[in-house]
């Protein structure tokens, strides 16, 4: 049994591409049979790997989801920034320059109020459940924006480090949340075209969620809402440590 | 020639983010700014300056749309190697801090859509 499991951990990432897809192969049979079509396999996948990695928490109590398990590790490799953002480059490959530039204007707005608005209800949120020092309300507020931010900012301003879990608590639980909420959501806010895509990520930010989420939508939006979302935490990092924290340090 | 396809994203992969990194190091936070996006622009960029020249042969192209078919099967493995259990074991603050956020920026996608120039 001993020798399987280091044989898996040494072979990790060609384990992690067969168990990736046999959750696929499950997910589309779900999608098929259960939801008619309705709910795409890629959702269902999505869905059914952020499962897993809630129950592998739950048995190894660390961070990596099911990279935690024995055998398991190679998911860190395939499911880690390198592979994730290898890919989302890829797919700008036919993407439409012209349409980027066109709406580049309104996606730094989106980009700018995305990480404004996050920090501000981030703040009014921890303010209401009694928290009043403006170095754990400026780090919750950028915790808000994406997990990233939250502990940059709290580490910058000496936040303390429950603070923090907070924080990268509140940026998971976004990250989430925008991954299978996006395809739910997506008909009502006319997400449909580049254009809508590029605000979208501009607004959520959370490149993993944001990326996720409009793959599980159509994955033709992907490469135009990761344009704008990896901008969002370079500037969540730039701004709430120093403007926002100053408007907030003049507040309380 | 496949892997000329590869390489060529290899390229503008590593090209923009060592200039996502260095504008991050220039601006003094521990963050990458936009490496992916630069990453990105390079590839649609380089892309359709080779057409032009006549050098860009399809078999490059099916290294790079090899990726991003691969793209959905990442997620699900980055999905599953997510902190889940910490998102929902932090209490009602760290729950509310995630979710209101993104429903009031949610809000203002009508509104900002409007003003988006139309194609």
């Known amino acids: 049994m001993e020798y399987i499991i280091t044989f898996l951990d040494k072979n990790g990432l060609v384990f992690a591409f067969l168990v990736t897809g046999i959750i696929m192969y499950f997910s589309e049979g779900i999608s098929k049979t259960l939801t008619r079509g309705k709910i795409p396999g890629s959702a269902i996948s999505i869905f059914m790997g952020l499962v897993l990695a809630y129950f592998a928490g739950l048995l190894t109590l660390g961070k990596k989801g099911i990279a935690d398990l024995p055998g398991f590790s190679g998911f860190e490799i395939m499911g880690g920034a390198m592979f994730r953002d290898f890919a989302i480059v890829s797919t700008a490959m036919g993407a439409s320059f012209a349409i980027i530039k066109k709406t580049g204007p309104i996606g730094i707005l989106s980009l700018f109020l995305g990480v404004i608005i996050s920090f501000v209800v981030g703040a009014i949120i921890a303010y209401s459940m009694g928290i009043t020092d403006a170095e754990s309300l400026t780090t919750i507020g950028a915790g808000a924006c994406t997990f990233v931010v939250g502990p940059v900012t709290g580490t910058a301003l000496g936040a303390s480090s429950d603070i923090i879990a907070i924080s990268i608590a509140a940026g998971v639980v976004k990250s989430i949340l925008v991954t299978i909420g996006t395809p739910l959501i997506a008909p009502y806010i006319g997400l449909k075209t580049p254009q809508s895509a590029m605000i979208f990520g501009g607004l959520m930010g959370t490149t993993s969620g944001t990326a996720a989420g409009l793959a599980a939508t159509d994955p033709k939006l992907v490469p135009y809402g990761a344009m704008t979302a990896t901008f969002y935490t370079g500037l969540g990092c730039l701004l709430c440590p120093s403007v926002l924290y100053f408007v907030m340090r003049a507040i309380f | ?119």
């Open chain 2, 1 to 119: 020639m496949l892997l000329r396809g590869v390489a060529l994203l290899a390229a503008c992969f590593v090209a923009g983010q060592i200039l996502g990194e260095t504008l991050g190091r220039l601006l003094g936070i521990q963050a990458n700014v936009g490496g992916v996006g630069f990453a990105m622009l390079f590839l649609i960029l380089s892309q359709n300056e080779l057409e032009k020249r006549g050098l860009f042969h399809l078999e490059m192209g099916e290294g790079v749309t090899f990726w991003s078919k691969m793209y959905i099967p990442i997620i699900v493995a980055m999905s599953s190697v997510q902190n889940v259990r910490v998102a929902f074991s932090n209490g009602l603050l760290a729950l509310l801090a995630g979710i209101l956020p993104v429903l009031a920026c949610l809000a203002l996608m009508p509104l900002l859509s409007k003003l988006a120039p139309k194609e």
